[in-house]
């Protein structure tokens, strides 16, 4: 039977409140999976979901999590973070003499058993032990059996392979010292009164790809439960399409190895702050000479923005205590405009002390160390601030131009490429913060321009 609209909203809001799915992603067919649960049950949608806002049975829960969830995973995918936890691990583990490890939304186990292939040898004598929870019960139950295709092996190197699998047929089976340091838990990470998270229970936590499915009230309760399970300094690794940007401030963010992760700070409770946004406007300003660098540019630019910056906050004229994290963001915008690199950096690192994940003030930063000569600290911040806000186009243009300043056309090409699609989407009020005095349009010109000079195709 088919489900009409409202209950089907009904389902939705439902699997939200329980398992906490925000469901714009678009990746489940609400209705197909409530359509055919229903059927599978021998009752209308309606009568369905009213029997599961009456209650739902365990078992049911367990049908529903399977086909909510995505337990699409494969051994060792992106590498790099595992590089990383090889090597904190070990420093963790020699540190604390012991090394607890979580893999949250584990699926399938693919990713648990990397980890545990991935302890340093010492880890022995720690006890050191992983452990893999999900709410899906099927998928867990493969995770046990600990048996996998060759399709799930695509990206592990060939000596990790043999290290770690016993071949039977057409499937590979992982070895038993490897099975002994591995456990699976069957849990709902987002219930509040699940007993997973417990305090300073785990040294790391891996979750990846699981956030970005969560409704924002959920990833931020779920973000406040992990930062208090680990202990002061431990580590938690989130997906390459995931930040804690606007949900914690629990965390400072690291970037080594080739990936980001985040390391809990000792004190909790910080607030979450939020970036401004200022009225919007259109500035005036002339073309960019792309031979002198970006913050030359600006500092022609932008009698315009030092002008708003003003009106926004007046009281940034005045000596100020320098705690209030959108007047910060102001003074530094309004420093960098004026040229006064060396303030500018103090006002970026106050701000990035009380909120190191803002987007805005890495970029800014970055910046600034261009125009203090410091090339290889500008990208880090430019790299920083595109990881923590994709969707914000400025720092890809600025790695534009670090890169073809560098002669790296390939990288230069690639960035500014970016820069360009995302250009024309740019919120308005953060081109007046961060657009240095140019217009959208005139950003988009300076993009193609120096894409041409590249090599590339604007």
């Known amino acids: ?17 329980t398992f906490g799915f925000s469901f714009e992603t678009g990746t489940t067919n609400l209705t197909a999976v409530l359509e055919s649960h229903a059927a599978a049950a021998r009752t209308d949608p309606l009568t369905y979901v009213e029997r599961l806002e009456g209650g739902a049975p365990v078992s ?20 790099e973070q595992f590089t990383a936890f090889a090597d904190l691990a070990t420093a963790l583990g020699a540190e604390r003499s012991r090394l607890r490890v979580l893999s949250a939304a584990c699926a399938s186990g693919e990713e648990t058993y990397s980890l545990a292939a991935m302890l340093p040898p010492a880890s022995a004598a720690w006890g050191a032990h992983v452990l893999g929870a999900d709410l899906n019960l099927q998928a867990l139950q493969k995770a046990r059996l600990a048996s996998y295709s060759v ?60 956030l970005m499915y969560l409704t924002r009230d959920r990833a931020s309760d779920l973000v406040r439960r992990f ?76 009698e315009r923005v030092r002008s708003l910056t003003h009106a926004r906050a007046p009281e940034l004229a005045a ?21 006064d690199v060396d303030a500018a950096r103090e006002r970026c690192r106050a701000l990035l002390d009380l909120d190191g994940l803002n987007a805005g003030a890495h970029y800014l930063s970055a910046v600034c160390d261009e125009a203090a000569g410091d090339l290889r600290a500008a990208e880090s911040h430019d790299q920083t601030a595109a990881y923590l806000d994709a969707s914000f186009a ?43 005095g140019f217009a959208r349009q005139q950003l988009v010109d300076l993009c193609r321009a120096e894409l041409k000079a590249c090599g590339g195709s604007a």
């Open 319 to 339: 000596p100020s205590p320098r705690v209030d994290p959108e007047a910060l963001l102001l003074e530094a915008v309004e420093l960098t405009h004026q040229g």
């Open 151 to 210: 399709w799930s092996l695509r990206d592990t190197p060939a000596e990790l392979r043999d290290l770690c699998f016993e071949r039977a047929g057409d499937t590979f089976r992982v070895r038993p010292d490897l099975r002994a340091r591995v456990t699976f838990e069957e849990h709902n990470l987002v219930d509040p009164d699940d007993r997973l998270l417990t305090p300073e229970r785990f040294e790391i936590v891996f979750c990846r790809n699981m």
């Open 394 to 436: 400025m720092p890809r243009l600025h790695l534009g131009l670090l890169a073809r300043r560098a002669g790296r056309l390939g990288d230069a090409r690639r960035e500014l490429e970016q820069a360009l699609v995302l250009l024309p989407h740019e919120e308005p009020a953060r081109l007046v913060l961060f657009g240095g």
């Open 227 to 302: 930062a208090k399970s680990l202990v002061p300094g431990g580590y938690l690794f989130l997906g390459h399409a995931e930040t804690l940007r606007g949900l914690t401030n629990d965390f400072d963010l690291l970037h080594t190895h080739g990936t980001f992760y985040y390391q809990r700070r000792g004190a909790l409770a910080h607030p979450v702050t939020a970036q401004p946004r200022p009225a919007v406007a259109t500035p005036a300003a002339p073309p960019l000479a792309t031979e002198e660098t970006w913050v030359d540019a600006i500092g022609r630019a932008s």
């Open 60 to 79: 049911e829960l367990r049908a529903l999590a399977h086909a909510l969830t995505v337990t699409e995973t494969y051994f060792f995918r992106h590498r």
């Open 1 to 17: 039977m088919r489900a009409n609209e409202s209950v089907v909203r009904r389902f939705k809001r439902w699997s939200t409140e």
